[in-house]
T-cell receptor, first 115, second 116 residues
């Protein structure tokens, strides 16, 4: 299995621009998680989906952030407009609820720099 | 608010030393505790512990959970330079709706550096 695939790996943009991060979960997994990692706050859960339905978005910092999961094999996290404080590494993870006991498998992350 | 605290924040040891990493937690409803290793990229899964006193072992790594005192430790014996990484502790709490996935609350990690 290819694992969780994220794109792009690096994104540099200017303040005010729209940013879209993409994630392909492990095939067969039914839960998908978006995290943000910074030195100050560590790894924070932003939102997660179960069977393509958002379950908990309480970690989404503000209305500038939105996430979608149109099907079982694709999700996006969008920031519009972006701000310098959004600079971080964004991880996507997926899991299979059930026998695998909710072990989350992470993608390689997208390093976002907002200038 | 659920809280996971790891200590120390960072650690430098010599190859061959034994290290102990600590994780304490305060959560409203505990299901399991997980340890991850993060090198330069994605966190990778190490252990999941659900019951107190159960020691998980994988080669030179082992971990114990104490549900009464609300903490876990991760031990690494005979450390190697390849053990250099950030070690993350996470606590799983049950989901808001039955039949959906749980979520993890992570600590900020312990950065371990193993030198020659």
């Amino acid at each position: 299995d290819a694992g969780v695939i994220q794109s792009p790996r690096h994104e540099v943009t200017e303040m005010g621009q729209e940013v879209t991060l993409r994630c392909k979960p492990i095939s067969g997994h039914n839960s998908l998680f978006w995290y943000r990692q910074t030195m100050m706050r560590g790894l924070e859960l932003l939102i997660y989906f179960n069977n393509n339905v958002p379950i908990d978005d309480s970690g989404m910092p503000e209305d500038r952030f939105s996430a979608k999961m149109p099907n079982a094999s694709f999700s996006t996290l969008k920031i519009q407009p972006s701000e310098p404080r959004d600079s971080a590494v964004y991880f996507c993870a997926s899991s299979l609820r059930g026998l695998a006991k909710n072990i989350q498998y992470f993608g390689a992350g997208t390093r976002l720099s907002v200038l | 608010e659920d809280k996971v605290v790891q200590s120390p924040l960072s650690l430098v040891v010599h190859e061959g030393d034994t290290v102990t990493l600590n994780c304490s937690y305060e959560v409203t409803n505990f299901r399991s505790l997980l340890w991850y290793k993060q090198e330069k990229k994605a966190p990778t899964f190490l252990f999941m512990l659900t019951s107190s006193g159960i020691e998980k072992k994988s080669g030179r790594l082992s971990s114990i959970l104490d549900k009464k005192e609300l903490f876990s430790i991760l031990n690494i014996t005979a450390t190697q330079t390849g053990d250099s990484a950030v070690y993350l502790c996470a606590v799983e709490v049950p989901p808001p709706y039955t039949g959906t996935a749980s979520k993890l609350t992570f600590g900020t990690g312990t950065r371990l550096q193993v030198t020659l």
